[in-house]
């Protein structure tokens, strides 16, 4: 079945470092792709997305690219601020038996330090 | 532009108390709908999602319960409230299939 894998947190980094949260995903077909972002006691927020290969999905300063050979969509940050520290989630959506049906992994949180 | 509301926003219920959670859009009409739980520190479990009036889908056996009387409004429901029901519980909506979804505020709630 389709899954999402991202990596374990938590992630601290020093304000100004490079960010990289990796996410893995297995899909049949042609899966969307997104990043989603959460901050404290909020709901989540659409950051980014990617809808076909080699798309690279852009916003606030973060990226992550469709990579269909290595079924990967990595989120990156050039210079992390301390307004960055939120749980990140990447999420796909794929067609499936009834339609399609959105996966989330299981978060990766981020605290960025002054 | 579209905005989504969830009440209320913290809820503490005793064990064996009933739960009504809502959620309305506005701004969209026939949206798609989920409920999501998300534990505490936790991903984020698909409770219920509908794709049209009176139409839900359960995704996870329990004692919750879902039902979508009008186009723009979802409804989570409970008999009798368990300790285990207690969570963070996120509304969402998007326009299609396969699209990003809008996440509502959430509704935290404790179940003493």
């Known amino acids: 079945g389709n899954s999402v894998t991202q990596m374990e947190g938590p992630v601290t980094l020093s304000e100004e470092a490079f960010l990289t949260i990796n996410c893995t995903y297995t899909?049949?077909?042609?899966?969307?792709l997104f990043w989603y972002v959460q901050y404290p006691g909020e709901g989540l927020q659409l950051l980014l997305k990617?809808?076909?290969?080699?798309d690279k999905g852009s916003n606030k300063g973060f990226e992550a690219t469709y990579r269909k050979e290595t079924t990967s969509f990595h989120l990156e940050k050039g210079s992390v601020q301390v307004s960055d520290s939120a749980v990140y989630f990447c999420?796909?959506?794929?067609?499936?038996?009834?339609?399609?049906?959105?996966?989330f992994g299981a978060g990766t949180r981020l605290f960025v330090k002054a | 532009s579209q905005t989504i509301h969830q009440w209320p926003a913290t809820l503490v219920q005793p064990v064996g108390s009933p739960l009504s959670l809502e959620c309305t859009v506005e701004?969209?009409?026939?949206?798609?709908l989920y409920w999501y739980r998300q534990a505490a520190g936790r991903g984020l479990q698909l409770l219920f999602y509908?794709?049209?009036?009176?139409?839900i889908s359960s995704e996870v056996p329990q004692n919750l319960s879902a039902s979508r009387p009008q186009d723009r409004q979802f409804i989570l429901s409970s008999k009798k409230l368990l300790l285990s029901d207690s969570g963070f519980y996120l509304c969402?909506?998007?326009?299609?299939?396969?699209?990003?979804?809008?996440f509502g505020p959430g509704t935290r709630l404790t179940v003493l």
């Open positions: 969402a909506w998007s326009k299609r299939d396969g699209d990003e979804q809008f």
């Open positions: 899909a049949t077909g042609y899966p969307s």
């Open positions: 990617a809808t076909k290969a080699d």
């Open positions: 999420a796909l959506s794929a067609r499936n038996t009834g339609g399609f049906k959105t996966i």
């Open positions: 701004g969209t009409s026939n949206p798609n």
């Open positions: 509908s794709v049209g009036i009176g139409q």
